[in-house]
């Protein structure tokens, strides 16, 4: 069975940092691009970061660039540092994991984790 857990998730207060973790198994995901998505109260989930199956290559979404960075310890393990949160950055953050390449369209990603929650207190 193929799992993603998400961990590293808290509360911490603006202007804060968090790293989270997500540690993927039950198969190969050597071949697996990764990402990171969040949803907000109230709102759609949306791209936050994704990295590609060899962590050369990532991108960011204009929030949170020059604040998060995503990296790759191996090919089952993918992290979220987040630096100089804001309130914004509130909300549960989802790993997931494609075969086809980083998109911001979450329908194109065949694995999810359950999620983390973030808040960011003012």
């Known amino acids: 069975q193929v799992t993603l857990v998400e961990s590293g998730g808290g509360l911490v207060q603006a202007g804060g940092s968090l790293r989270l973790s997500c540690a993927a198994s039950?198969?190969?995901?050597?071949?697996?691009?990764m990402a990171w998505f969040r949803q907000a109260p109230g709102k759609e989930r949306e791209f936050v970061s994704g990295?590609?199956?060899?962590?050369?290559?990532t991108s960011l979404v204009g929030s949170v660039k020059g604040r998060f960075t995503i990296s790759r310890a191996n090919a089952n393990t993918v992290y979220l540092q987040m630096n100089s949160l804001k309130p914004e950055d509130t909300a549960v953050y989802y790993c997931?994991?494609?075969?086809?390449?980083?998109?911001?369209?979450?329908?194109?990603?065949?694995?999810w984790g359950q999620g983390t929650q973030v808040t960011v207190s003012s």
């Open positions: 997931a994991a494609t075969a086809g390449g980083v998109t911001y369209s979450e329908r194109l990603y065949e694995y």
């Open positions: 039950g198969r190969a995901f050597d071949n697996f691009d």
């Open positions: 990295i590609d199956w060899s962590g050369g290559r």
